[in-house]
């Protein structure tokens, strides 16, 4: 009888085991395939003429997204202001806070200007631009929002 119960531990400690193995080797693949996806950029390409001078031809592409105002770690005053930025032409800006989320698109040239409310105290506002490719571009700014005089 006690041989039964160590095979039993044995087997049961074996396949508890590899099942965990597997989990933990399944979850870091997953991780390492997340960390692979990244955007394609393209560099602007020398392209050789027939009389042997070389023309640089590049696609204007801003590579995130550049908060204007209001500047990170600011305080406001008013519980209603815009987040104004400049991103990629044409991108939809998604701006979300803990408790709400605004939507908006840049215009021809890539600048937006979105109005928000914000909670008292401070508040974490996430922007995100997806451009028309469906690359995302994320950026946090930190604004407290204050109606005590100081």
Not at 83 to 91: C, L
């Amino acid at each position: 009888m006690i041989k039964e119960i160590l095979l039993a531990a044995f087997v049961g400690g074996i396949l508890g085991l590899g099942i965990t193995g597997g989990y933990v080797t399944l979850q870091n693949k997953n991780i390492s395939a997340k960390d692979n996806q990244k955007a394609i950029v393209t560099e602007p390409t020398l392209i050789p003429t027939q009389s042997q001078s070389l023309i640089t031809t590049d696609n204007p592409t801003i590579d995130s997204i550049k908060i204007d105002s209001p500047e990170d770690d600011s305080l406001i005053s008013s519980s209603k202001t815009n987040i104004n930025g400049v991103t990629n032409p044409n991108s939809h800006i998604i701006i979300a806070t803990s408790t709400q989320s605004f939507i908006g698109q840049s215009d021809n040239q890539g600048k937006f200007s979105i109005p928000v409310s914000l909670e008292n105290g401070l508040n974490i506002i996430k922007v995100s631009s997806i451009n028309q490719d469906n690359i995302q571009k994320d950026t946090q700014i930190n604004v407290t929002y204050s109606t005590a005089k100081i």
